[in-house]
């Protein structure tokens, strides 16, 4: 999982790119947006929607914080 700290929110989609498995957990992240950094294809931390290739999208997961704890549910 790639996990994401946004103005105080948390938010994890699936950790591998599906271009070529890139680490989007170590891409840069804009506003909600993370570029993956291997090839800079774009996904929207909340949905795992991806922006610059629409049909390659990641699943999100819902998460939340435990004290220091961040919990990620998985179905
Ligand atoms: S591996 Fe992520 S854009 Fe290529």
Known sequence: MAVFL??????AVVGHCPHR?????????RGL?????WHRWTFDVTTGRCL???DR???SR???LDGDDVV???S
């Not at 946004?6 to 938010?11: I, R």
Request: charged share 10%; with cysteine; proline share 9%.
């Open 62 to 64: 819902t998460v939340s």
């Open 52 to 54: 610059s290739h629409p």
């Open 33 to 37: 947006v993370v570029t993956c950094p």
């Open 72 to 74: 990620v549910e998985i």
């Open 57 to 59: 999208d990641v699943a």
């Open 21 to 29: 498995g890139g680490p989007l957990g170590e891409g840069t992240v």
């Open 6 to 11: 946004v103005d105080g929110a948390v938010h």
